[in-house]
């Protein structure tokens, strides 16, 4: 006899898509229990093993892992249509730097991140993955919103509004390693922000740190044909090499970006483990270019995609983003067969969470994986009919879809709605401070 599963929350009738390498469930059910998921198969086996405090009834919708949002500088919600149309390097030196150097303290990251988290959760990301400053306030606003977050403190060679010289940036980032390694949502981890601006020094001492505490290091590299142009001429090698070179080259090395890299840089990549996170919209909207994500994936490295901050997308939908990176690549590699929709779906779940370093965690529904799960409302006209859910989910579907979201086990959006935050509380406290930086940029 099979032994019965008890589940507080049972999600019944839709269509599963587990995103391991099985088919998709029609007529399927996902139990959880606390965190964890219990059960995934269909609604007619739990109906003879499973028995749940709470159902939901999911008929019409696709069942799905939670997305994964593999790079955003969160707290940056608050300069969403700030400065736009604008080259990189003007629109950070000239907009963003200043903005931030006036405005930046504990208060408005906190507030900017709920903020990032609420128009996450409400569009299907359960994961998220951070780099900006006052990280601890960002850690603070995440846990508050029960988001999964892998989280670090930018690092630079000059002095941080937050903790000034790079040295306490790195006592600031051990602390904020040992206060949260062992936190069920949050992730620590360190992030060196790019290669023209952190030394050679800056990024091997992340490496050591990387090293220490088992944590992802996460890097902007060769966003720009600038940001590689300034490595070849200062170090006369290709941004890869230089890394490899320095020996910070790892399967817990991230790189977020990584378009202008060549055939040699792959390689390099590939050998060390390296992963990519891509953000295909911030990337085109700087006009930096796009990564050549098919080449990525013929070699085995791990992908996964991002929204960026919400000053360069300027939003952080990663159904939009999704659509993007597809019809994108199929332009670039004037190929339509590239970047199909069950491999977008892969890349902004599972794969996306193995960039992470949360494989095991998230990004799949599977039993004894962490309950992070959302349900997406098919019945609508532009989502029907339905031959191929993997096609409506990259080319149709929106977030405003988006219709239940459980993180962690906690069910945290019922019917497109928070149900344990207050969105009008925190869009009054974002204009609020919005005003603030109105007013110290003139
Ligand atoms: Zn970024």
Redesign the pocket.
């Known amino acids: 006899m099979t032994e019965k599963i008890h589940a507080d929350l049972m999600i019944k009738g839709g269509t599963v898509l587990t995103m391991t390498d099985g088919r998709p469930i029609e007529n399927g059910a996902v139990a959880l229990n606390g965190d964890t998921i219990v059960f995934v198969g269909t609604d007619r086996d739990a109906a003879g093993r499973c028995t749940a405090e709470k159902q939901i009834d999911a008929s019409g919708c696709v069942v799905m892992p939670g997305l994964v949002n593999g ?3 969160a707290a940056m919600s608050l300069f969403r249509g700030i400065a736009d149309d604008l080259p990189l390097e003007q629109w950070l030196s000239d907009y963003i730097f200043p903005a931030e150097k006036n405005n930046l303290d504990d208060d408005f990251v906190y507030w900017g991140t709920k903020l990032a988290c609420a128009e996450m959760l409400l569009g299907g990301v359960t994961t998220f993955c951070d ?1 900006y400053l006052f990280e601890e306030s960002a850690a603070r606003a995440a846990k508050e919103m029960g988001m999964r977050g892998v989280l670090g403190e930018v690092l630079y060679d000059f002095d941080s509004p937050n903790y000034g010289p790079i040295d306490n940036g790195f006592a600031y980032t051990e602390a904020f390693i040992k206060k949260w390694k062992d936190d069920p949502l949050i992730v620590p981890s360190i992030q060196p922000h790019a290669l023209d601006t952190c030394s050679p020094d800056l990024l091997v001492r992340a490496r050591e740190i990387s090293d220490t505490y088992g944590v992802r290091s996460i890097v ?1 590299v060769a ?1 720009s044909k600038g940001n590689v142009a300034h490595v070849r001429e200062k170090y006369g090698k290709s941004s890869f090499a230089y890394l490899d070179d320095l020996g910070v080259l790892n399967e817990r090395f991230v790189a ?2 990584a378009v202008w890299v060549d055939a040699e840089e792959i390689g390099i990549m590939h050998d060390r483990g390296v992963s990519v996170v891509t ?1 295909p919209e ?1 990337n085109m909207k700087l006009a930096s270019g796009w990564a050549p994500m098919h080449n990525y994936l013929e070699r085995g490295i791990t992908v996964g995609i ?1 929204t ?2 919400c000053a ?1 997308n300027n939003d952080l939908d990663l159904f939009g983003e999704m659509d993007t990176l597809a019809k994108l690549h199929k332009v670039y590699d004037a190929d339509p067969t590239h970047m199909n929709a069950r491999t977008v779906t892969e890349i902004a779940t599972r794969k996306g969470a193995c960039a992470l370093g949360l494989g095991d965690i998230t990004g799949t529904l599977a039993t004894g994986k962490k309950a992070d799960i959302i349900v997406i409302d098919f019945n609508k006209p532009h989502l029907t009919p339905v031959y191929n859910p993997y096609s409506h989910l990259v080319y149709a579907a929106k977030s405003a879809d988006v219709r239940d979201v459980v993180v962690n086990g906690q069910l945290l959006v019922q019917n497109a709605r928070l149900t344990k935050a207050d969105p009008a509380e925190i869009m009054a406290k974002g204009r609020e401070l919005a005003e603030r930086v109105n007013k110290s940029i003139g």
Request: no cysteine.
């Open positions: 790079h955003t500088h780099m902007h966003e977020i970006h953000n911030s991002g960026d901050g360069s």
